[in-house]
T-cell receptor, first 115, second 113 residues
Framework: DAGVIQSPRHEVTEMGQEVTLRCKPISGHNSLFWYRQTMMRGLELLIYFNNNVPIDDSGMPEDRFSAKMPNASFSTLKIQPSEPRDSAVYFC???FGQGGNQPQHFGDGTRLSIL | AQSVTQPDIHITVSEGASLELRCNYSYGATPYLFWYVQSPGQGLQLLLKYFSGDTLVQGIKGFEAEFKRSQSSFNLRKPSVHWSDAAEYFCAVGVMGRRALTFGSGTRLQVQP
């Protein structure tokens, strides 16, 4: 079975450019999460969708970050304009159901480097 | 709000030795508890989970964890560590309602030959 699929795996771009990260959740999962992982701050929850609706976006760092989930099988995380401090590994995870008793399944991440 | 503490940032053990990684949680009711492992360059993989019932749960790769309500702990154990177990390990807690899991800061495991 296919797991959570993220693309691209790696992205290197110059500051000021727009960056779009993509995620395809596991089929049948109706909750989706975006995380950012850095050495300094560890794993941070950015935003959480349930049934394509954003439930909690309190972790989105600032207005330069936006996330969408136009349908149950696709989500994007966009950074515009990008800055060097956005360099991190970004993970997408999905979950069946909406309760905390269900495990989250993670993709392999997108390693983002902003020069 | 719930929280998770992994007191050990970094642990080194010899191959074949036993392992215990500590996890403490804070939550007013019985939480749902998880352990994940992250190998370099990869995402987090679920090792095991606890919801209710038997407080000793078995997971993949020979890992087990024990829920101790009196100590608010959910420590991960393995009787004999293999070099391939070198990775970062995350404890997480889930609660009722539409919430994401709360993750600890992780413990990095090194395995010496």
């Amino acid at each position: 079975d296919a797991g959570v699929i993220q693309s691209p795996r790696h992205e290197v771009t110059e500051m000021g450019q727009e960056v779009t990260l993509r995620c395809k959740p596991i089929s049948g999962h109706n909750s989706l999460f975006w995380y950012r992982q850095t050495m300094m701050r560890g794993l941070e929850l950015l935003i959480y969708f349930n049934n394509n609706v954003p439930i909690d976006d309190s972790g989105m760092p600032e207005d330069r970050f936006s996330a969408k989930m136009p349908n149950a099988s696709f989500s994007t995380l966009k950074i515009q304009p990008s800055e060097p401090r956005d360099s991190a590994v970004y993970f997408c995870a999905s979950r069946f159901g909406q309760g905390g008793n269900q495990p989250q399944h993670f993709g392999d991440g997108t390693r983002l480097s902003i020069l | 709000a719930q929280s998770v503490t992994q007191p050990d940032i970094h642990i080194t053990v010899s191959e074949g030795a036993s392992l215990e990684l500590r996890c403490n949680y804070s939550y007013g009711a019985t939480p749902y508890l998880f352990w994940y492992v992250q190998s370099p360059g990869q995402g987090l993989q679920l090792l095991l989970k606890y919801f209710s019932g038997d407080t000793l749960v078995q997971g993949i790769k020979g890992f087990e964890a024990e829920f101790k309500r009196s100590q608010s702990s959910f420590n991960l154990r393995k009787p004999s560590v293999h070099w391939s177990d070198a990775a970062e390990y995350f404890c997480a807690v889930g609660v009722m309602g539409r919430r994401a899991l709360t993750f600890g800061s992780g413990t990095r495991l090194q395995v010496q030959p």
